[in-house]
């Protein structure tokens, strides 16, 4: 069953064509990679899908309703959720109180909320570091504060982009782990990354943009050979013919 479709999605920023009729679907239960060079338009998709943006043209069909021009929050109590690039926390608020932000959503109890959030920390192994002030936490642990308010809004189709960026090996390992388990959980993922390993080792299929349209699609190892993929990250010479 298909919880998301994208139909000749455009958006545009007044002459730049960001997004170029590009059309994807992701089938429940599954993870769905996005790729692409810098500046190929992956964060403008998520901003069309999740709200921040209406879409120049084209249709957005969330679990088979037309979403078009539905605002964010809206979205988000409907089971879709996002995390941002750029983390943005209550930096002066502690991890627990930025979580319980995602849980009221569903709830407008404060214990309700407390205790979603208490379980979402759980979940990701961040229930000891829930004093702490969001500001004061390192990059790795901002990361998934993104993820764990996000997830205290119970989604059905998470969109995760670049949380991966600036973490460690061993930090990149866990969160591989981690969203391997919310997918086991029931949860969809779509995920932007950069870092191939993660991207490779956690998608069912993968989506390659490029100046705002899709040139590949397919399984991880099609995608990693695609002659096209090769180009637009490295350029015609490093296509083997
Ligand atoms: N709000 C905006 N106003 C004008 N141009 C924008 C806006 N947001 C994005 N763009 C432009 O749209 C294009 C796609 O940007 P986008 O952030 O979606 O790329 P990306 O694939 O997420 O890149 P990165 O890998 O660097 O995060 C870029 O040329 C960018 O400058
Ligand atoms: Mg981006």
């Not at 998709?45 to 309703?65: E, Q, R």
């Not at 608020?93 to 759980?122: I, R």
């Not at 996000?150 to 390992?173: C, F, H, N, S, Y």
Request: with cysteine.
């Amino acid at each position: 069953m298909k919880i998301l479709e994208v139909n000749a999605l455009v958006k545009d920023f007044g002459g730049l064509r960001a997004i170029d009729t590009l059309d994807l679907v992701i089938e429940q239960g599954q993870i769905l990679g996005l790729i692409g060079p810098n500046g190929a338009g992956k964060s403008t998709a998520f901003n069309c899908i999740a709200g921040v943006y209406p879409p120049s043209k084209g249709d957005i069909i969330f679990s088979g309703k037309k979403i078009n021009g539905w605002k964010p929050w809206n979205l988000c109590k409907n089971g879709l959720a996002r995390t941002f690039q750029i983390v943005k926390p209550f930096s002066s608020k502690s991890v627990l109180y930025n979580v319980m932000v995602g849980s009221f959503v569903n709830t407008d109890k404060k214990d309700v909320a407390e205790e979603k959030a208490l379980k979402v920390l759980n979940s990701l192994h961040f229930e000891d570091k829930k004093d702490i002030k969001a500001g004061n936490l390192t990059i790795a642990d901002r990361k998934r504060l993104e993820i764990a308010r996000a997830l205290a809004t119970e989604p059905k189709l998470l969109l995760l982009d670049e949380v991966m960026a600036g973490l460690r090996p061993a930090e990149i390992d866990e969160l591989v782990q981690i969203i391997q388990n919310l997918r086991d959980s029931g949860i969809t993922i779509f995920l932007i990354e950069h870092i191939m390993r993660a991207i490779m080792a956690l998608s069912d299929r993968i989506v390659v943009i490029h100046f705002g349209k899709k040139i590949a699609e397919g399984i991880p190892e099609k995608v990693a050979s695609d002659e096209n993929v090769i180009k637009a990250y490295l350029g015609d010479e490093y296509v083997v013919s």
